[in-house]
């Protein structure tokens, strides 16, 4: 049996074989280490946020604290940010 050699890809690479958008990603990423970094600062706990935002329960909060980000849209994620009284701002440019 013949044993394929691997690859090495990028994760922009990886991104587009699972069917990831790669730059919706990045975006989602940095929403979350602006919110986590904020509530360490500010010392707000998972359940404290989540009862600042309507709809949102702590379970939701922790699976977004751990990255699992999925099922969270980038306009969730402002409505967190929104709420925490950060300002949020998106720069796009033409390649």
């Known amino acids: 049996m013949k044993k394929e050699k691997l690859t090495p890809q990028t994760l922009r690479e990886l991104a587009k074989d699972w069917g990831i958008d790669y730059q919706a990603h990045l975006i989602k990423a940095g929403l979350i280490d602006t919110i986590k ?18 709809g949102r329960t702590q379970d939701r909060i922790s699976k977004i604290f751990s990255g699992q980000v999925g099922h969270m849209t980038i306009d969730k994620l402002v409505a967190i940010i929104s709420a925490l009284g950060i300002k949020v701002s998106l720069h796009a440019k033409a390649v």
């Open 37 to 54: 970094t904020f509530c360490q600062k500010h010392a707000i706990s998972q359940r404290k946020l989540a009862s600042k935002i309507p």
